[in-house]
């Protein structure tokens, strides 16, 4: 038989009078001896779905599931009930012979949201469902709040990021998402871990946040009377490891930037960033490829994925273009031609981009890129060769060093990561921070500042390194198909409402 779903349905202003009764309720059971609360545990044996992937060899056998019930049909002395857990749901049987009809009684008087056990034996129903005759109901919390109707309480976007509990429990394809997220991170660590990387832990509170170009967020810590940074990346700390004779590290942590919110960008983000001594960028190159695959392959079952509709092949060989090609291909300009700063600034106009005084000829070409090109990298693809201006942590391309050797990996549009070939220079390097002191005199609040410690590190000597940034995010967006950033974040950043302020 077929489960009725029982849901609030009821007006917004009858809520607090659901809410009032269901308290009265526990007042009830308090006061007559039971009280939920007081449970400390209840011995689960399957979960939902392994009841149903192996009912030939569990039917008659008697199993123990625990969730949270969905909904609740009451035909006189025989009920149906729908559990939901971790996995999925299972419907359950409840006849007053088989429970007793005090325990009935109790049973009738549950709520939908309640969070019960159920322990029974395991059968099929006349229409084929499986489904579990409850020998014994026992409720393990009681739900005071009235869960939103279904197909209609959950259309605000806004209210489903607040309250996450919420829509976990009413939305099983957003459970599904982070479930996926958090196979991805740790198929990334599985895959990381087999080539001899070692995951580390660095300050996530700094003097100077640099690595990146993005605002920090800023702070004061008492006990040292100073002010302090949160960190924007994870490499200049990482760096210093590689220095220290770590070859291979890695960290996935969060980063915190000071910035707008959008369907991609979230101030406070999960980056993943590792280091490998005696390599370069093509290393980094290679070492990306196959880590997309991996992962893709081992959560999804395929090196296919689709996005918004659009197929993307991990499987095939990812494309490798310079920037300048690039932006030669989808402009017509041939920044090769391009040997002044007044050149760039007139083709930029002739182009309608808009620059700032304070931008160089690599500034304007990232210009170009940004706006003729991004949109159009939607399969797997490595732009390689940025200018340099624009690099202050890389290495100079030996035959050209007005570029660098730095790669950026685009999918769907979006940067997905960005890597080095990593400058151990330390003469080139204060140079180069000299360079973005001067950025940030002339009003660029994202430059980086001088680190003297890093450049000391530098100085006791750093191999050659390859290095590189994922954001774990935009992966687990792409990989699961999440239009938005804050669909794949627990608990996005939000204005705060006014009853949240302190």
């Known amino acids: 038989m077929a489960e009725e779903t029982i849901q609030n349905t009821a007006p917004q202003q009858d809520v607090s009078e659901q809410h009032r009764i269901r308290l009265e309720k526990l007042t009830a059971m308090q006061e007559a001896g039971y009280d939920p609360f007081q449970l400390t545990k209840y011995e689960v044996t399957h979960h939902s779905t392994a009841v149903k992937e192996n009912f030939d060899s569990l039917e008659g056998q008697t199993v123990s599931v625990a969730g949270r019930m969905m909904s609740k049909r009451v035909m006189g002395k025989a009920s149906f009930c729908n559990v939901q857990d971790l996995k999925g749901n299972i419907q359950s049987y409840v006849a007053r012979d088989s429970i007793g009809e005090d325990a009935y009684k109790a049973f009738k008087k549950l709520d939908i949201g309640d969070i019960i056990g159920i322990k029974g034996e395991v059968f099929k129903t006349k229409t084929g ?16 709040q009235v869960l939103p109707e279904k197909f209609h309480g959950l259309t605000n976007t806004d209210m489903r990021y607040r309250q996450r509990y919420v829509d976990l429990v009413m939305n099983a394809e957003v459970r599904d998402t982070f479930v996926k997220r958090s196979k991805i991170i740790s198929t990334i660590r599985r895959y990381l871990d087999g080539q001899g990387f070692m995951e580390v832990e660095t300050p996530m509170l700094v003097s100077n946040a640099g690595g990146a170009a993005a605002r920090p967020f800023e702070t004061h810590f008492n006990a040292l009377n100073e002010d302090v940074k949160l960190r924007i990346s994870l490499e200049l700390y990482l760096k210093r490891l590689i220095v220290g004779g770590m070859e291979r590290v890695y960290e ?15 101030p406070e983000f ?75 600034r007139a ?26 090109v991004e949109e159009h990298l939607v399969q797997p693809t490595f732009v390689m060769d940025h200018p340099i201006e624009i690099s202050p942590l890389t290495k100079k391309k030996p035959e050209n060093p007005d570029y660098v050797e730095r790669f950026e990996f685009f999918m769907n549009g979006w940067e997905m990561a960005n890597a080095y070939s990593e400058l151990n220079d330390p003469v080139d390097q204060r140079a180069r921070f000299q360079a973005q002191e001067e950025q940030f005199a002339q009003g660029d609040e994202e430059a980086n500042h001088t680190d003297e410690d890093f450049l000391y590190a530098l100085e006791l000597g750093m191999p050659p390194t390859g290095g590189i940034g994922f954001g774990i995010d935009r992966m687990v967006m792409l990989l699961t198909d999440s239009p938005a950033i804050r669909d794949v974040l627990f608990f996005p950043t939000m204005k705060s409402l006014p009853n949240e302020k302190g």
């Open 129 to 144: 469902e499986i489904s579990i005759h409850a020998s014994e109901i026992t409720l393990l919390s009681k739900s005071l």
């Open 270 to 344: 999960t980056l993943m960033e590792l280091y490998q001594a005696y390599t370069d960028y093509h290393g980094m190159m290679d070492l990306t490829e196959n880590l997309y695959r991996y992962v893709a392959q081992e959560v999804l079952g395929t090196t296919t994925i689709t996005y918004n509709g659009i197929e993307m092949d991990l499987g095939k060989p990812f494309a490798r273009v310079t920037m300048v090609e690039a932006v030669k291909q989808y402009s017509g300009v041939d920044f090769n031609e391009i040997h002044t700063l007044e050149e760039a």
């Open 252 to 266: 996935i942590g969060r980063v915190f930037r000071n910035e707008g919110l959008d369907t991609r960008h979230n």
């Open 347 to 372: 083709v930029a106009k002739e182009h309608h981009i808009e620059y700032e005084a304070r931008h160089k000829k690599g500034d304007i070409l990232n210009l170009f890129f940004e706006t003729y």
